[in-house]
């Protein structure tokens, strides 16, 4: 338990905070994650894949968030690590996407998910998949070029 | 004839699982004439190396919270046989402290001498922690 929350909580964490745009919100549903995983492994009930499941967990409670509180900024880090290019990336062109296409891009490119997994987890066709992560792209450079 | 936006899907799905060498080929030809998805093909991958070095934000939860929440994870855990487990202990409990209470109950007579009993003279010394001891004086 201890040693799965050490692996993925900054995943989820980075996850829910680029999903919600809201870092305490994102700290509670790290927690509340793992809170269902241990109620899970109380129940034993199977768990094929741990980093799948969190993932699923947090997406599902990120919605349930959405719904009655629509995302209105991503939070950037001030500091001087972070540069004005990903500054403007993250406003102008992450920050327009409609919570659905970021989930998508994020899990593909900032979590790493083959086609194959992403379409396992949201339960879509592998060709659905790679066929809006197209569209997405297509978006991001629309918005790249206005 | 296709068109830029077949090409340009092969160019995202390729980015994403890979090709078969044909359909590179043929991408390839297609590139190699077209300035727009040549471009497409340069700014995915801009992008992509983007949002794989998103800037992170540190999880800052204190020491104190994540034992917050492990106390709040374990509390869960004992949540159902807590009823149980605290009529067994209540039971043991009662049980022992009943039984040692018995055994005090019954303080031991050090008859000294048999003689006649002076009731007046009769003392009680009490030698803690063990039982009162009821001593009969001696004429």
Redesign the interface.
């Known amino acids: 338990?201890?040693q799965a929350y050490k692996q993925y909580?900054?995943s989820i964490?980075?996850f829910s905070?680029?999903l919600t745009g809201d870092?305490q919100l994102s700290?509670d549903i790290?927690?509340e994650v793992?809170?269902k995983f241990?109620?899970q492994k109380?129940q034993k009930q199977e768990i094929l894949s741990v980093k799948d499941w969190l993932f699923i967990c947090s997406r599902n409670l990120i919605y349930n968030y959405l719904k009655k509180k629509p995302i209105q900024y991503i939070?950037?880090?001030q500091s001087d690590?972070?540069t004005v290019?990903?500054k403007i990336?993250?406003r102008q062109?992450?920050g327009k996407l409609e919570p659905a296409e970021r989930e998508l891009?994020?899990l593909?490119?900032?979590q790493?998910y083959?086609?194959k997994e992403i379409a396992a987890m949201l339960k879509l066709s592998e060709e659905a998949v790679?066929?809006r992560?197209?569209r997405i792209?297509?978006k991001?450079?629309v918005l790249?070029k206005e | 004839m296709k068109n830029c936006e077949y090409y340009q899907q092969m160019i995202s799905s390729i980015h994403d699982d890979g090709a078969d060498i044909n359909s590179v080929e043929e991408l390839k030809i297609h590139v190699t004439d077209c300035s727009g998805c040549t471009e497409f093909y340069q700014i995915l991958l801009k992008q992509s190396t983007q949002l794989q070095k998103l800037p992170t934000i540190d999880f800052e939860v204190e020491e104190k919270t994540n034992q917050n929440i492990f106390r709040k994870i374990w509390q869960t855990k004992i949540s159902i046989p807590l009823p149980a487990a605290a009529a067994v202990l209540v039971f043991l409990i009662g049980s022992f402290w009943l039984t040692g209470n018995h055994n005090q109950a019954e303080p031991q007579i050090i008859e000294v001498e048999q003689k006649q009993t002076d009731y007046q003279n009769v003392q009680f010394v009490k030698f803690s922690p063990q039982p009162a001891v009821l001593v009969k004086s001696i004429e």
Request: glycine share 2%.
């Open positions: 338990m201890e909580k900054d964490f980075q905070l680029y870092k700290e790290v927690h793992f809170l241990a109620i109380k939070p950037i880090d690590s972070v290019e990903q990336f993250i062109i992450l891009i994020l593909r490119e900032q790493g083959p086609v790679r066929v992560l197209f792209r297509k991001m450079q790249a």
